[in-house]
Structure formats: structure tokens, C-alpha cells
């Protein structure tokens, strides 16, 4: 097997019982710092890469995210999941010509999700959104690559609350070949422990990126997969801007202290 064969097997490992956080570097110094604290596996975030260049999630090209997914998974041993946001096309052929594209960057999974960034119509139509998935699940089979298809369904994003329309959703992304389940920003029990039964015996992942649940608590719910999205990112941003607006408006530096030994991270390595 190849090093991204037994990276993919151990991620389909991983959702096949129990409950694993799979936190979101965005960049390889962070994903490499997730890897040394343990975590079996990882998940790039769109949003929090686009950071890095000083644009807004959504808003970079499909070539800056293969080469992201390369940096990345190159970086680490352990399993990264890919947030391919919609498959970088609209047609589910040209999804399935991306999605070869990202297989072959070392990722052990993906998500393909159904918002189509038109605020006026901001749900792909039914059928067009589950043959988008289809096409995903063909071109993984067809790469020969073995990786973790998620099927997202971003009503909860994108300003369509519908949990009734969500299930519908990501029951028919199972039935069109998603190997695991995902509805970023459900934020309650109840929907959350809905969308598990309605999907079982298929995994669910669950974006924390408040504190609302705990580790403890989704795994008791059902959750087999946890992620935060852009939030580890945010909290990057949080303590950088705080202590620049100091220095910017204070003149002070009261922020620079207790900071961590970043080189001892990577020396030597």
C-alpha cells in the first residue's frame, strides 16, 4: 500500500466507531502542531486558508487549493480531510474532474457541499445537488484512491434553517455514495441527535466552533467526527489582533507574555 492508501484505510478506521476530533490546521506549521498533540487525524479550512492571503472564504481558485491540500497532507502522517468547499464547478462532471484533481494530492477525504454562493438561490436544486455528490463518488472510485467522501449540507450556513430539508439532503447524499454525513452550524442536541438517526448507520461529523457541546457529549449523541472549521484559525486572529491594536493604540505590549517556544516545535525535526 501506498502512504496515502494506508492514510485513507485508517481514516475509514476512524468512522467506523467511537468518536474522533479532527481538528483544522491552515497551514502546515499548525497541521503539524495538531499532529505532535495526538490527533489522529486532520482537516484543512477553507476559510482559514483564504485568511493567509487576505481574502474572504470562497474566494480563492482551484489551483491555490490543490496546492494547499499538497502543502498540508505532504506535512503531516496522518490522515487530512480536504474542505473542497463545492468542487470548484458547478456541473457535476467538472466536480468529478476536481475532485481526481484533490485525490491525487495525498488527502485521505473530502467534502463536497451543495451551497452554490448566490445569495437570490443559495441551495443547489435537489437532484443537482445529489448528482454533484454522484460525480464525486464516481471520481473517487474511478481514481482508484480509496478517500472519505462527505457529503455537506450547508442549509444552517447559508440562511435555510430547514431541518426537515437537511435530512432530506444528506440521506440522498448517502444513498448517492457519501460515506459520511455533515451539516455545519446545528447547534442544538436535538437536531443533532436527528440528523444521527436519520443517516445511521452512516457517520456523522459535527463543526464545533462554539461551546456548546462538549467531546463527551456529541460522542454520546452519536457523533463520530468532530471539526471546527475556521475556529482554531479565528482564535489565531483573536490573539494577534488584540495585541496589535494595543501596540497600534496603547503603545503597550502587555500581550507579550507566556507566549509559547514555537521553534521547539519544528527544531530538529
Same mark, same amino acid.
Not at 50 to 69: I, K, V
Not at 93 to 115: R, Y
Not at 130 to 157: C, K, M, P, W
Given at each position: 500500500?501506498?502512504g ?6 485508517l481514516f475509514?478506521q ?12 491552515w ?6 502542531a495538531l ?12 476559510a482559514?486558508?483564504?485568511w493567509?492571503?487576505?481574502r474572504?472564504d ?14 498540508v497532507a505532504g506535512?503531516?502522517a496522518?490522515?487530512?480531510?480536504? =474542505?473542497?468547499?463545492?468542487g470548484?464547478a ?6 468529478a474532474?476536481n ?9 485521505? /477525504?473530502?467534502?463536497i457541499e451543495?451551497?452554490?454562493? =448566490? ?22 472510485d474511478e ?11 450547508? /442549509?444552517?450556513?447559508? /440562511?435555510?434553517p ?18 459520511c454525513?455533515y ?6 442536541? =436535538?437536531q443533532?441527535?436527528a ?6 448507520p452512516?457517520?456523522?461529523?459535527l ?16 457523533v ?27 503603545g ?10 514555537? =521553534? ?5 525535526r
Amino acid at each position: 500500500m501506498t502512504g496515502q492508501d494506508e492514510r485513507a484505510a485508517l481514516f475509514h478506521q476512524l468512522h467506523a466507531e467511537g468518536c474522533f476530533v479532527m481538528p483544522n490546521p491552515w497551514d502546515a506549521g499548525s497541521a503539524l502542531a495538531l499532529e505532535q498533540m495526538g490527533f489522529p487525524a486532520l482537516a484543512t479550512s477553507s476559510a482559514g486558508h483564504a485568511w493567509t492571503f487576505g481574502r474572504a472564504d470562497n474566494e480563492l481558485t482551484l489551483s491555490q487549493a490543490l496546492d494547499h491540500l499538497r502543502s498540508v497532507a505532504g506535512a503531516v502522517a496522518i490522515p487530512v480531510n480536504a =474542505d473542497f468547499e463545492g468542487g470548484y464547478a458547478r456541473d457535476p462532471a467538472l466536480v468529478a474532474e476536481n475532485v481526481k484533481l484533490a485525490a491525487a494530492t495525498g488527502i485521505a /477525504g473530502l467534502s463536497i457541499e451543495d451551497s452554490t454562493g =448566490d445569495p437570490a438561490e443559495p441551495l443547489f436544486e435537489f437532484e443537482l445537488a445529489v448528482e454533484r455528490i454522484e460525480a464525486a463518488r464516481q471520481a473517487i472510485d474511478e481514481s482508484g484512491s480509496g478517500i472519505v467522501l462527505t457529503g455537506r449540507s450547508e /442549509g444552517f450556513v447559508v /440562511g435555510r434553517p430547514d431541518l426537515d430539508e437537511t435530512i432530506r439532503r444528506l440521506r440522498a447524499f448517502a444513498e448517492a455514495g457519501a460515506d459520511c454525513l455533515y451539516a455545519p452550524r446545528i447547534d442544538s442536541t =436535538d437536531q443533532i441527535a436527528a440528523i444521527v438517526d436519520a443517516v445511521s448507520p452512516r457517520p456523522v461529523n459535527l463543526l464545533i466552533n462554539s461551546p456548546f457541546i462538549t467531546v463527551a457529549e456529541a460522542a454520546a449523541l452519536g457523533v463520530r467526527r468532530i471539526s471546527v472549521g475556521g475556529t482554531l484559525a479565528r482564535t489565531a486572529w483573536a490573539g494577534f489582533l488584540q495585541a496589535a491594536a494595543e501596540i497600534a493604540g496603547e503603545g503597550t505590549f502587555t500581550r507579550f507574555t507566556d507566549l509559547p517556544n514555537v =521553534d521547539v516545535l519544528f527544531r530538529n525535526r
